[in-house]
C-alpha cells in the first residue's frame, strides 16, 4: 500500500470523533441553535426593511450557511447514533431531536422567508440566475408549501406537533427493532446441531460464545448470523426456531411476543402522516410523498408496480415449483417459509453448479476494494487512496481519499463494513459534508458508507459473499453520486435535492457490475493463491444474474405496494388496517405466503423509520433508469466515453436539475423498461 498523505494537507473537514461524547451532544446543539435563531432574526429584520434588495446573497446564501453550521453539529451526532446505539447515544440523539425538527420547522414555516423567495422567483434578476440556483429556488418554495406555509396558524401549529411526534415515533420504531434483535439470542452446545452451515458463519457463532466465556455457538438475529442458518442449516427445526424470532422482531408474536412490539407506533405514525397530508389539502399521504418526487402520481406507481407484477409472476411460480419439487425429494411435503431460503441455495448449487460460499475466497476484502477502485478509476478517472490517522469510531474503520485525474482532491469518505452488536442493521450511505461554495470558497464534500458484513473468520482476511460485493457496489454508487457533484449550491449539491425516486439509480447502476465478466475477472482472485476465479464459475456467476428473479421480484413488490396502498388507504375512523392491506397486497403479488404469525410490517424501517414512506417502490423505479443507464455502456462496448458522461451528467448534476431531464441528458432519451426486463430474464414484449 502507498504511503498515504499526512492528514494536515488534507482538505477536507472532519468531525473530531475523537472528542465527541453523547453527554457533549445536547450543549453543543443548544449553542449552535442560539447562533443560527440570531442569524435568523437579523436576517427576518432585513427582509423587513423595503430599502432591502432580495437577491441570492441576501437570502439564500445566509440560510445556507446555517443550514451547514448545525449539519456539521447535528451530522456526527447523528450518525454516531446509527453506528454506536448504546443508551447514552440514544439519550443524546433523543434529546436533540425535537429541538432540531422545530428549528427546521421554524425556517419552513416562516412567512417572511417564504414571501422573500416568492419575490427572489418572480422578480426580474431570477432568470439570470444559473440552471441549480433557479431549481434551489423553485424546490424552496414547494417545501414550504409542503411544510404548510399557507395554513391558518392554528393549523400550522397542529402540523408543527404532528412533525414533532412524528421525529419521535419513528426514531422509537428503529429503537424497538434494534433491542429486538440484540434481546434475542440461542445458545447451541455442539456443533454437530450445526450440520450443512458453512465454516465462516459457525466460526463467527464460535467466537460470539468465546466472547460472554463459553464454549459452543451463539446464533443472533443480526443479518449475517441469521442468514448463515437460515440459508444453510440442515436442521429444520432449526431453521424454523430463527425464522419465527426473525419474522417476529418488535412483535406481538414469536419468542419476545409483546416485548417491543410496534404495532401501535405503526398505527400512530400512519395516523400523523395522513393528518400532515389532509392538512395540506392531499388525499392521502400517498400524494403527499409524490408531490417531490420524479413519478407523476400514486396512479402510475400503482400501475407500474401491477405491470412489473403481470410481467413477473409466472417466472417467479416456476421458480417456487423448481424450489418445492427439490425440497420434496427430501421429503418435504409441507413446504414453509424457513424452507425457502435454504432450498433456493440448493438450487442454485445443483442449476448453476456453485454456491455463494464457494465464491467467497475470491471475495477477500482487500481485493475488493482494490478491483471497485481500479473500476472507478478506469470509468470515471478519479483515483481512491486510502487516508490512515483519521479518528474515526471504531477500529473497524477505514479512511479513504478521492483525487482527479489533475491530483486535486475532490471527496473523502469512510468505510465501516462490519456488523456490530449496537449497529443499526442494513447498508447505506449519508453524508458527512455535503459540497458547497461559501465566502471562504468550496468545501469538499465526505460521506459515511456503513454495511454489516459479517466479520472475518480467525486466520483469512474478510471473504465477503457476492452478496456483499452487491451491497457495497450500491454503497459506492450512492457515493460517488455524492462525492463526484460539481455543483456548488449547498442544497442540490451531490444526493441532495435529487427526486427521492431517483436517488437509487447510481446506486444500483453500480450492483450491474458485479455481474460483468471482465469486471470481475479484474479483481474475484483466490485470497490464498491468488488464482483468478475460474471462467466456468464466472460464467455461471454473470448467468445468476436472472436466478430465482422472479420471486426476489416478487417480493419486493409485494413490499412496494403495501408500502403505497397502507399510505393510501389511510382511514382516520378504521386506523390503519395492516394487517387487511398486507393480505389483500400478498393475494395479488405473493407466490409465497409467509405463516401467520409473521409480522413483516412491524420491522419495515425503511417506511416506518427512515424516509422510504410511500416510496418504497423507489428501488423498482429508479431500477428500471439504472438497467437502462447500464445497458448505454454495453451498446458502447464500455467505451471510456460513456463512463465520461455518466459522470458529467448523472454524478455531477446532483438536484440541480430534473431526474428526467439529467436522465435524458445521459441516455439521449428517456428510460425504457426493456434493459431490466433482460436483466431479470424475461422476454420482451410479452405483457400476460
Ligand atoms: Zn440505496
Given at each position: 500500500m502507498v504511503n498515504s498523505p499526512p492528514l494536515a494537507q488534507l482538505p477536507f473537514e472532519l468531525p473530531p470523533f475523537e472528542s465527541i461524547r453523547p453527554e457533549h451532544a445536547e450543549g453543543a446543539i443548544d449553542a449552535v441553535l442560539t447562533t443560527n435563531r440570531r442569524a435568523l432574526e437579523t436576517l427576518r429584520c432585513a427582509l423587513n426593511d423595503p430599502a432591502q434588495v432580495i437577491t441570492w446573497d441576501t437570502l439564500v446564501a445566509p440560510l445556507d450557511e446555517m443550514g451547514e453550521r448545525l449539519r456539521r453539529v447535528w451530522g456526527p451526532i447523528s450518525h454516531l447514533f446509527s453506528v454506536t446505539n448504546t443508551v447514552e447515544w440514544r439519550q443524546a440523539h433523543n434529546a436533540c431531536l425535537p429541538k432540531i425538527t422545530s428549528f427546521n420547522l421554524e425556517i419552513s414555516q416562516d412567512y417572511t422567508l417564504y414571501k422573500a423567495y416568492q419575490a427572489l422567483a418572480s422578480g426580474s434578476h431570477f432568470p439570470k440566475l444559473s440552471a441549480a440556483r433557479q431549481k434551489v429556488i423553485r424546490d424552496a418554495l414547494r417545501d414550504f408549501r409542503l411544510a404548510g406555509i399557507s395554513l391558518p396558524e392554528g393549523e400550522k401549529k397542529k402540523y408543527r406537533a404532528g412533525a414533532l411526534r412524528l421525529a419521535a415515533a419513528q426514531t422509537k420504531f428503529e429503537e424497538n427493532v434494534i433491542d429486538a434483535v440484540q434481546a434475542w439470542e440461542k445458545y447451541v452446545p455442539e456443533e454437530s446441531s450445526l450440520t450443512g452451515m458453512k465454516s465462516a458463519g459457525k466460526e463467527r457463532a464460535r467466537q460470539k460464545a468465546a466472547d460472554k466465556g463459553r464454549d459452543g455457538y451463539l446464533l443472533t438475529l443480526d443479518f449475517p448470523s441469521y442468514d448463515a442458518v437460515i440459508r444453510y442449516a440442515d436442521d429444520r427445526a432449526l431453521r424454523r426456531e430463527i425464522f419465527e424470532a426473525y419474522a417476529t422482531r418488535a412483535s406481538d408474536q414469536g419468542p419476545l411476543a409483546g416485548r417491543f412490539d410496534n404495532t401501535p407506533l405503526i398505527e400512530e405514525i400512519l395516523g400523523l402522516r395522513h393528518e400532515q397530508a389532509t392538512l395540506l389539502g392531499f388525499a392521502n399521504y400517498a400524494e403527499l410523498s409524490l408531490a417531490s418526487k420524479m413519478a407523476p402520481s400514486v396512479v402510475a406507481v400503482e400501475s407500474f408496480l401491477l405491470d412489473m407484477n403481470v410481467r413477473v409472476r409466472s417466472k417467479a411460480f416456476a421458480e417456487l415449483d423448481r424450489i418445492k419439487t427439490l425440497a420434496a425429494l427430501d421429503g418435504i411435503a409441507d413446504f414453509e417459509s424457513w424452507d425457502l431460503p435454504y432450498y433456493s441455495e440448493r438450487l442454485r448449487t445443483e442449476r448453476l453448479g456453485f454456491s455463494e460460499d464457494q465464491l467467497r475466497p475470491y471475495f477477500s476484502a482487500p481485493r475488493v476494494l482494490r478491483g471497485l477502485f481500479e473500476l472507478v478509476e478506469r470509468q470515471f478517472g478519479v483515483r481512491v487512496e486510502a487516508i490512515d490517522g483519521v479518528t474515526t469510531w471504531h477500529r473497524d474503520v477505514r479512511t479513504f481519499g478521492l483525487r482527479d485525474a489533475d491530483n486535486r482532491w475532490i471527496g473523502f469518505f469512510y468505510l465501516d463494513p462490519y456488523s456490530r452488536q449496537d449497529k443499526r442493521g442494513g447498508a447505506w450511505m449519508d453524508e458527512c459534508v455535503g459540497r458547497h461554495r461559501d465566502a471562504d470558497g468550496v468545501h469538499l464534500p465526505s460521506a459515511y458508507l456503513t454495511c454489516n458484513f459479517g466479520r472475518a473468520a480467525e486466520g483469512s482476511p474478510p471473504l465477503w459473499t457476492h452478496t456483499e460485493v452487491v451491497t457495497l457496489f450500491h454503497e459506492f454508487g450512492h457515493g460517488l453520486q455524492h462525492m463526484l457533484t460539481n455543483v456548488d449550491e449547498a442544497a442540490v449539491s451531490g444526493i441532495r435535492g435529487v427526486a427521492w425516486d431517483a436517488v437509487e439509480l447510481p446506486s444500483q447502476f453500480m450492483e450491474n457490475w458485479c455481474f460483468d465478466g471482465e469486471c470481475l475477472r479484474s479483481f474475484a482472485r483466490h485470497w490464498q493463491t491468488d488464482e483468478p476465479l475460474p471462467d466456468a464459475l464466472l460464467l455461471k456467476l454473470t448467468a445468476?444474474?436472472?436466478?430465482l428473479t422472479g420471486l426476489s421480484t416478487a417480493r419486493q413488490l409485494e413490499l412496494a405496494l403495501f408500502d403505497l396502498r397502507v399510505h393510501r388507504d389511510y382511514d382516520p375512523g378504521a386506523g390503519a388496517r395492516i394487517g387487511l392491506t398486507l393480505d389483500a397486497v400478498r393475494r395479488e403479488v405473493s407466490v409465497m405466503p409467509p405463516p401467520p404469525f409473521s409480522r413483516m410490517p412491524q420491522s419495515f424501517g425503511h417506511v416506518f423509520a427512515g424516509g422510504y414512506a410511500a416510496g418504497y417502490y423507489s428501488y423498482k423505479w429508479a431500477e428500471v433508469l439504472a438497467s437502462d443507464a447500464f445497458s448505454a455502456f454495453e451498446e458502447a462496448g464500455f467505451a471510456p466515453d460513456t463512463g465520461r458522461s455518466f459522470r458529467d451528467t448523472i454524478l455531477a448534476l446532483g438536484g440541480s436539475e430534473e431526474a428526467m431531464d439529467v436522465f435524458v441528458r445521459f441516455r439521449g432519451r428517456p428510460p425504457t423498461i426493456d434493459a431490466l426486463l433482460r436483466q431479470i430474464g424475461l422476454e420482451l414484449g410479452i405483457k400476460a
Amino acid at each position: 500500500m502507498v504511503n498515504s498523505p499526512p492528514l494536515a494537507q488534507l482538505p477536507f473537514e472532519l468531525p473530531p470523533f475523537e472528542s465527541i461524547r453523547p453527554e457533549h451532544a445536547e450543549g453543543a446543539i443548544d449553542a449552535v441553535l442560539t447562533t443560527n435563531r440570531r442569524a435568523l432574526e437579523t436576517l427576518r429584520c432585513a427582509l423587513n426593511d423595503p430599502a432591502q434588495v432580495i437577491t441570492w446573497d441576501t437570502l439564500v446564501a445566509p440560510l445556507d450557511e446555517m443550514g451547514e453550521r448545525l449539519r456539521r453539529v447535528w451530522g456526527p451526532i447523528s450518525h454516531l447514533f446509527s453506528v454506536t446505539n448504546t443508551v447514552e447515544w440514544r439519550q443524546a440523539h433523543n434529546a436533540c431531536l425535537p429541538k432540531i425538527t422545530s428549528f427546521n420547522l421554524e425556517i419552513s414555516q416562516d412567512y417572511t422567508l417564504y414571501k422573500a423567495y416568492q419575490a427572489l422567483a418572480s422578480g426580474s434578476h431570477f432568470p439570470k440566475l444559473s440552471a441549480a440556483r433557479q431549481k434551489v429556488i423553485r424546490d424552496a418554495l414547494r417545501d414550504f408549501r409542503l411544510a404548510g406555509i399557507s395554513l391558518p396558524e392554528g393549523e400550522k401549529k397542529k402540523y408543527r406537533a404532528g412533525a414533532l411526534r412524528l421525529a419521535a415515533a419513528q426514531t422509537k420504531f428503529e429503537e424497538n427493532v434494534i433491542d429486538a434483535v440484540q434481546a434475542w439470542e440461542k445458545y447451541v452446545p455442539e456443533e454437530s446441531s450445526l450440520t450443512g452451515m458453512k465454516s465462516a458463519g459457525k466460526e463467527r457463532a464460535r467466537q460470539k460464545a468465546a466472547d460472554k466465556g463459553r464454549d459452543g455457538y451463539l446464533l443472533t438475529l443480526d443479518f449475517p448470523s441469521y442468514d448463515a442458518v437460515i440459508r444453510y442449516a440442515d436442521d429444520r427445526a432449526l431453521r424454523r426456531e430463527i425464522f419465527e424470532a426473525y419474522a417476529t422482531r418488535a412483535s406481538d408474536q414469536g419468542p419476545l411476543a409483546g416485548r417491543f412490539d410496534n404495532t401501535p407506533l405503526i398505527e400512530e405514525i400512519l395516523g400523523l402522516r395522513h393528518e400532515q397530508a389532509t392538512l395540506l389539502g392531499f388525499a392521502n399521504y400517498a400524494e403527499l410523498s409524490l408531490a417531490s418526487k420524479m413519478a407523476p402520481s400514486v396512479v402510475a406507481v400503482e400501475s407500474f408496480l401491477l405491470d412489473m407484477n403481470v410481467r413477473v409472476r409466472s417466472k417467479a411460480f416456476a421458480e417456487l415449483d423448481r424450489i418445492k419439487t427439490l425440497a420434496a425429494l427430501d421429503g418435504i411435503a409441507d413446504f414453509e417459509s424457513w424452507d425457502l431460503p435454504y432450498y433456493s441455495e440448493r438450487l442454485r448449487t445443483e442449476r448453476l453448479g456453485f454456491s455463494e460460499d464457494q465464491l467467497r475466497p475470491y471475495f477477500s476484502a482487500p481485493r475488493v476494494l482494490r478491483g471497485l477502485f481500479e473500476l472507478v478509476e478506469r470509468q470515471f478517472g478519479v483515483r481512491v487512496e486510502a487516508i490512515d490517522g483519521v479518528t474515526t469510531w471504531h477500529r473497524d474503520v477505514r479512511t479513504f481519499g478521492l483525487r482527479d485525474a489533475d491530483n486535486r482532491w475532490i471527496g473523502f469518505f469512510y468505510l465501516d463494513p462490519y456488523s456490530r452488536q449496537d449497529k443499526r442493521g442494513g447498508a447505506w450511505m449519508d453524508e458527512c459534508v455535503g459540497r458547497h461554495r461559501d465566502a471562504d470558497g468550496v468545501h469538499l464534500p465526505s460521506a459515511y458508507l456503513t454495511c454489516n458484513f459479517g466479520r472475518a473468520a480467525e486466520g483469512s482476511p474478510p471473504l465477503w459473499t457476492h452478496t456483499e460485493v452487491v451491497t457495497l457496489f450500491h454503497e459506492f454508487g450512492h457515493g460517488l453520486q455524492h462525492m463526484l457533484t460539481n455543483v456548488d449550491e449547498a442544497a442540490v449539491s451531490g444526493i441532495r435535492g435529487v427526486a427521492w425516486d431517483a436517488v437509487e439509480l447510481p446506486s444500483q447502476f453500480m450492483e450491474n457490475w458485479c455481474f460483468d465478466g471482465e469486471c470481475l475477472r479484474s479483481f474475484a482472485r483466490h485470497w490464498q493463491t491468488d488464482e483468478p476465479l475460474p471462467d466456468a464459475l464466472l460464467l455461471k456467476l454473470t448467468a445468476s444474474r436472472s436466478f430465482l428473479t422472479g420471486l426476489s421480484t416478487a417480493r419486493q413488490l409485494e413490499l412496494a405496494l403495501f408500502d403505497l396502498r397502507v399510505h393510501r388507504d389511510y382511514d382516520p375512523g378504521a386506523g390503519a388496517r395492516i394487517g387487511l392491506t398486507l393480505d389483500a397486497v400478498r393475494r395479488e403479488v405473493s407466490v409465497m405466503p409467509p405463516p401467520p404469525f409473521s409480522r413483516m410490517p412491524q420491522s419495515f424501517g425503511h417506511v416506518f423509520a427512515g424516509g422510504y414512506a410511500a416510496g418504497y417502490y423507489s428501488y423498482k423505479w429508479a431500477e428500471v433508469l439504472a438497467s437502462d443507464a447500464f445497458s448505454a455502456f454495453e451498446e458502447a462496448g464500455f467505451a471510456p466515453d460513456t463512463g465520461r458522461s455518466f459522470r458529467d451528467t448523472i454524478l455531477a448534476l446532483g438536484g440541480s436539475e430534473e431526474a428526467m431531464d439529467v436522465f435524458v441528458r445521459f441516455r439521449g432519451r428517456p428510460p425504457t423498461i426493456d434493459a431490466l426486463l433482460r436483466q431479470i430474464g424475461l422476454e420482451l414484449g410479452i405483457k400476460a
